[in-house]
């Protein structure tokens, strides 16, 4: 039976903290922000953005202030690529592009978005035996895939993709840190454990939040709440070695890794799914907060609702077998539609799936996308109306752009917003009554336009097009193509490296240490730097950089015209 002695001593200064817990002592950077007692939210020092959110450590709307000017830093976590995509996932990550969207065009803040693929993991390892191919393998096409439907989704990419399996050392580093710092133990099986209770009085910030399911229980867990930081191997499992032996990351490690390595000791905003709130996001904080030492790791953790079909109460899950993909719904709507049957309810709401609730946002659209024709029509002089009174209209549209900034200032209130501008359009539409004759009627069709060009602009802002510009072709051969230079490039790396190898027999014989490599193995290394030269006619430029190399698909003339 483990014993822990529990002291908190706490030491304020301008600069640090002294917190002795089983009589050690660690230093925490970052008390100079606290403004709360603890286990607390503590209110960010920065710029205040003039907006507020919703913010689920506190359970209420705060105003949201950045710790840099004109900059916020935010982590999503991204997909676990072992199956398709379906409306759930894309319900969260078009709201989240529309929140993203808004920050960026309409209130000036360059969004440093940074997304996790999961690309190893118990789902991955069953689907790829299932399937009878490596589990890289069944990552990469899943997370083309993935990809492939964000962009027929008009989702802006995060400004980088961070693979986990790309991020093992930094995994394994991050984990001896937070042992280090006495918040981890090692088993004698080869696992690693986050020791909930070295931190009980401050885990459990989201705990009311989401599907409260912990980890199985597991031997060697010195208390159920303790969740995995390092997974032994077993038969069957990739693996990567490490100071407890061959594993692999739990779940939680991966993105408090990636975003850590990005971003620092402080992330402004996290996003994700409600179901994604605790355990993962909580153990995300635990996390941080013991690697880094400090009082508040991420500021604003901002969730939405689940999608869920019409008549159920369950979310929409491929567990549950409940699902429909992205790409079976865009055999039946648009990218545009769905836009709108997002914006139409605020992001941290629920959202119920049907036909009729589709056919609303479909109608929506259809509204926008008919005033757009008539109001051009009427300012080129082919529909012909009745006197306009100029004077209401742009009073109307200097009132609309006030009522729509305030709603998205307030938790990005996307449905009073676009009420706003459907109520424009409706204002616009009883001021377009046609006449058979206009003779001596003087027109007024640049308020016409500067409506239009509003509200075109707002729907650019909410990702959605109205002028229906398609992607060019070929983007699926491209990325297809874009796969098999990647595993070929990186068999190629596996190869060449090998061939590098130092032979320390004969280094050893030779006068002064000289390092000497293989001698049966230089074809090898002949046959890589041929490949190397061969592919670069083809367009695929790849460059050796000690022992890794990258790659490029070079852009033809005719693909850039």
């Not at 904080?285 to 869920?308: K, P, R």
């Amino acid at each position: 039976m483990r014993t822990v002695l529990w002291t908190h001593i706490w030491k304020c200064t301008s600069k640090y903290v002294v917190f002795n817990s089983s009589f050690r002592s660690v230093v925490s950077r970052h008390c100079s922000n606290a403004r709360s007692i603890e286990g607390k939210w503590l209110k960010p020092s920065g710029f205040d953005t003039g907006l507020k959110v919703y913010n689920s450590l506190t359970k209420k709307k705060e105003p949201l202030i950045l710790t840099e000017e004109g900059i916020a830093k935010w982590y999503s976590c991204g997909p676990t690529v072992y199956d398709h995509a379906h409306l759930g996932h894309a319900c969260s990550y078009v709201r989240f592009d529309i929140l993203q969207r808004t920050l960026s065009k309409i209130f000036g803040i360059n969004v440093i978005h940074v997304m996790v693929i999961t690309d190893i993991d118990d789902k991955i390892i069953r689907r790829s035996l299932e399937e009878k191919v490596s589990p890289t393998v069944l990552a990469r096409m899943y997370e083309e895939d993935f990809k492939e439907d964000m962009l027929a989704l008009k989702v802006i990419p995060p400004v980088v993709y961070m693979r986990v399996t790309d991020n093992i050392p930094p995994i394994v580093a991050f984990i001896e840190r937070i042992i280090k710092n006495g918040h981890a133990y090692a088993t004698a099986t080869g696992d690693v454990y986050f020791d909930v209770g070295s931190i009980s009085h401050r885990y459990g910030k989201l705990m009311s939040m989401g599907e409260t399911v912990g980890e199985s229980e597991e031997t060697g867990k010195r208390d159920s709440r303790d969740f995995a930081l390092w997974k032994a191997a077993k038969p069957q499992e990739p693996f990567w070695e490490s100071p407890w032996g061959p594993g692999r990351p739990g779940w939680h490690i991966e993105c408090s890794t990636v975003a850590s390595s990005v971003f620092g000791s402080q992330l402004d905003i996290h996003s994700g799914g409600i179901d994604l709130a605790f355990p993962h996001h909580e153990n995300e904080i635990a996390q941080c907060e013991a690697h880094h030492q400090c009082q508040q790791w991420g500021n604003y953790f901002l969730h939405s609702g689940h999608l869920h079909l019409k008549g159920s109460a369950e979310k929409m899950s491929k567990s549950l077998k409940n699902y429909i993909t992205i790409k079976d719904f865009l055999q039946s709507y648009n990218a545009n539609e769905f836009r709108l049957f997002c914006l139409l309810t605020k992001y941290r709401s629920g959202i119920e799936y049907s036909d009729r609730s589709m056919s609303e946002a479909r109608s929506s659209l259809a509204t926008i996308s008919s005033f757009t024709h008539d109001a051009q029509a009427y300012m080129k002089g082919h529909l012909l109306c009745q006197p306009i009174d100029e004077a209401v209209l742009w009073q109307r549209l200097a009132s609309t752009q006030t009522t729509v900034r305030a709603a998205l200032a307030d938790d990005f209130d996307t449905p009073r917003a676009v009420d706003a501008i459907m109520t424009l359009i409706h204002q616009c539409n009883c001021q377009l009554q046609t006449v058979t004759k206009t003779t001596g009627v003087s027109r007024s069709p640049a308020v016409f336009g500067a409506v239009l060009g509003y509200i075109r602009d707002m729907m650019e802002v909410f990702g959605v097009d109205l002028l229906d510009r398609k992607d060019s072709g070929g983007a699926d051969g491209s990325r297809v193509l874009e796969t098999v230079v990647e595993q070929l490039v990186n068999f190629r790396s596996e190869v060449r490296n090998f061939a590098l190898e130092v032979d320390e027999s004969a280094a050893s014989g030779v006068q002064g240490g000289r390092k000497r490599l293989h001698a049966d193995r230089q074809p090898l290394l002949k046959a890589c730097d041929t490949l190397r030269k061969d592919l670069a006619p083809l367009g695929v430029n790849v460059k050796d950089r000690g022992r890794t190399s990258t790659w490029e698909i070079a852009r033809s003339r005719r693909d850039e015209d």
